[in-house]
C-alpha cells in the first residue's frame, strides 16, 4: 500500500488553548492527576453530547465504532463531523468493516474530503463476495474491533456501549435498545487517543480509498443526501435538535463542563496485539478479573449478553461465599437481539442460579426503555445493550465489554473505570432503574430446581416457568443453539 494512502499519524501531543478543549485544559489544571467523568443515559444527551463534541472541535476528531449505520442517527452525526472538517478539523474515523451498510464509495468520498481519513478495521477483500470472503478467512475476520470511543481535541471523549445507530438513541420502529456511555475529560482521555493510534495505525486498519476502486462520489453528493434526510424528518417525531443553531443546543454545550465528577480513572482495553493472540498484550478480561476479586461487599452487572463460563461461575461463588451480593441484569430471550448469545446465557442458568447471584431479564416491554424513546419507537421492542458494572458503591465501570466469550477472547473491547463514590452512585441508580418490576423479570429456582421468571403486570405478580413472552419456535430455535458446539464464539 502507498504510503501517502495510509500515513502514520497520532493524537495531539499538547491539548490545544482555545475553545472547549482549552476550558476542559485550565479545569484540569486546577485538578493534578484527576479527570472528569459524566454519565450519559439517556439517548437525548448521548446524541448532543456527541454533536456537542463534533461542533466544538477545533483540532482533531477522532471516531472509532464497531456500527456506524447510514440511518438518520448516524448519517446526521456524519454531517456534524464533515462540517467540522469543513473548518480545518482533521477528522479520522476508523470503523470495523464487519457491519459496513455504507458504500465503498460513498465513504471514499467522505474520506476525499482534505481533512477527512476513512479506514475500515479488519476488511473483507472480496467487497462485492463478502459471505464467501468471511467464509475462506474465517480465522482472521472473525476478530473484530467492537470499541466505541468519539474524541475531540485529545482533551474530551465519549465512551461506552452506544453504537451509532438509531436503535442505540431510541429512534427505531421495531427494537431500541437501553445503553449506558460516558464523557470523560482530562489525563485519561488521553489515554483513549493512545488506544485509538494503536488500532489506527495497525495493519488491520485499511484506508477505505484502497478498497473502493472507481466506486467514488463527491462529498457534496454524501452532504446533499444529509440535507434532503434533515429536511424529511418530520419536527414532531424526532426529539433531538435538528438545527447546530438552536437554543437547546447551545444551552447544551454551555453546560457541558459543569456535569463532570474530578477523580481517577483508568482505561480498560484490549491491546490490538491481545486480540492477534489471547496469551499478549493488555486485555480488559484480565483487569476486570482483579477488581471483581477485590469486592468486599457489592458486585452489580448489567450485561447485554452474560455468558459465563466455568471460571466466572466460580469467582461468583467465592464472592457470594464471602458475603459479597452479587446481581446482574442481562436480556431475556425476549428482549434479545442476539439469540444465539442468549442460548449460551440460557445454558448456564441454572448454574448462576444456584451460585447465590440475584439475577434479572429484561422484559420486551421495559418502562426504563421505553420512557426514553422517540415517538416513532412507543410500538417498538426494548433490548438491554448496556456494559457496566460497580463495585461496592465505589468502583464503577461503563464501556464496550460484553460478559461472554467473544468479548473476552476474540474481539477488541474499551472502557472507563472510575473510582469514585459519588459516580458509582449515579451508575448504580441506573443499574437499579433497569431491575425493577416494570422493567425486568427476576429469576429464580423453585425447590425442585425449576427455573421461574417472575414479574408484575397491572398490579398483580405473574409466574412464568418459560421464558416469557416468546414463541414455541423460539424457544426450540435457542435450545437448538445451546446444543451446538458454539459457545466460545457467543
Known amino acids: 500500500m502507498a504510503p501517502d494512502l495510509k500515513p502514520e499519524t497520532s493524537a495531539l501531543a499538547t491539548v490545544p488553548d482555545r475553545g472547549f478543549a482549552g476550558e476542559i485544559k485550565r479545569m484540569a489544571a486546577a485538578r493534578p492527576g484527576l479527570s472528569g467523568f459524566a454519565m450519559i443515559p439517556g439517548n437525548r444527551e448521548a446524541f448532543t453530547d456527541r454533536v456537542a463534541l463534533a461542533d466544538a472541535a477545533r483540532e482533531t476528531l477522532d471516531v472509532q465504532y464497531?456500527?456506524?449505520?447510514?440511518?438518520?442517527?448516524?448519517?446526521?452525526?456524519?454531517?456534524?463531523?464533515?462540517?467540522?472538517?469543513?473548518?480545518?478539523?482533521?477528522?479520522?474515523?476508523l470503523i470495523d468493516d464487519l457491519n459496513v451498510k455504507t458504500p465503498d464509495g460513498a465513504m471514499a468520498a467522505i474520506a476525499a474530503h482534505p481533512n477527512i481519513e476513512v479506514r475500515l478495521f479488519n476488511p473483507e477483500r472480496f467487497r462485492t463476495l463478502r459471505k464467501v470472503d468471511l467464509v475462506i478467512n474465517f480465522r482472521r475476520l472473525n476478530h473484530r474491533m467492537h470499541n466505541k470511543v468519539m474524541i475531540m481535541?485529545?482533551?474530551?471523549?465519549?465512551?461506552?456501549?452506544?453504537?451509532?445507530?438509531?436503535e442505540y438513541f431510541g429512534l427505531h420502529e421495531r427494537h431500541n435498545m437501553r445503553d449506558l456511555d460516558i464523557v470523560a475529560a482530562g489525563p485519561v482521555v488521553k489515554e483513549v487517543s493512545a488506544v485509538f493510534d494503536e488500532f489506527w495505525n495497525s495493519e488491520a486498519a485499511v484506508p477505505v480509498q484502497a478498497l473502493a476502486g472507481k466506486r467514488r462520489k463527491t462529498v457534496e453528493d454524501f452532504q446533499s443526501a444529509v440535507a434532503r434526510l434533515r429536511d424529511s424528518i418530520e419536527p414532531g417525531s424526532y426529539p433531538y435538535p435538528l438545527d447546530p443553531d438552536v437554543e437547546d443546543l447551545l444551552t447544551h454545550r454551555a453546560a457541558f463542563g459543569k456535569r463532570f465528577i474530578w477523580a481517577k480513572g483508568e482505561v480498560l482495553y484490549d491491546s490490538y496485539d491481545s486480540i492477534l493472540t489471547r496469551n499478549e498484550g493488555v486485555t480488559v478480561a484480565k483487569r476486570l478479573?482483579?477488581?471483581f476479586a477485590k469486592a468486599s461487599r457489592s458486585l452489580e452487572i448489567e450485561a447485554a449478553y452474560f455468558v459465563i463460563r466455568k471460571p466466572g461461575r466460580e469467582l461468583g461463588r467465592q464472592l457470594l461465599d464471602r458475603g459479597v451480593k452479587v446481581r446482574v441484569l442481562t436480556n431475556s430471550l425476549a428482549s434479545t437481539n442476539q439469540p444465539t448469545a442468549q442460548s449460551g446465557h440460557a445454558k448456564h442458568r441454572r448454574e448462576v442460579l444456584e451460585t447465590g447471584v440475584e439475577l434479572y431479564e429484561l422484559r420486551p416491554d421495559s418502562a426504563a426503555v421505553f420512557a426514553d424513546v422517540s415517538p416513532r419507537g412507543r410500538q417498538a421492542k426494548t433490548g438491554l445493550h448496556t456494559k457496566a458494572f460497580v463495585i461496592d458503591d465505589r468502583k464503577a465501570f461503563v464501556g464496550s465489554y460484553n460478559f461472554d466469550p467473544r468479548s473476552a477472547d476474540i474481539n477488541s473491547e474499551i472502557g472507563l473505570l472510575v473510582d469514585s463514590p459519588a459516580f458509582a452512585r449515579q451508575v448504580s441508580a441506573f443499574l437499579d432503574r433497569g431491575v425493577v418490576a416494570d422493567s425486568a423479570y427476576r429469576v429464580t429456582l423453585e425447590e425442585g430446581r425449576r427455573v421461574q421468571w417472575e414479574t408484575v403486570v397491572e398490579g398483580r405478580s405473574v409466574t412464568?416457568?418459560?421464558?416469557?413472552?416468546?414463541?414455541?419456535?423460539?424457544?426450540?430455535?435457542m435450545g437448538v443453539y445451546s446444543r451446538l458446539p458454539i459457545e466460545s464464539q457467543l
Open 66 to 93: 464497531y456500527i456506524w449505520s447510514p440511518d438518520t442517527i448516524g448519517n446526521l452525526l456524519a454531517d456534524h463531523v464533515i462540517r467540522a472538517a469543513e473548518r480545518g478539523v482533521r477528522v479520522r474515523f
Open 464 to 477: 412464568w416457568d418459560k421464558p416469557p413472552e416468546t414463541t414455541f419456535f423460539e424457544r426450540f430455535k
Open 153 to 166: 481535541d485529545n482533551a474530551c471523549a465519549v465512551v461506552g456501549g452506544r453504537n451509532i445507530a438509531n
Open 289 to 291: 478479573g482483579q477488581e
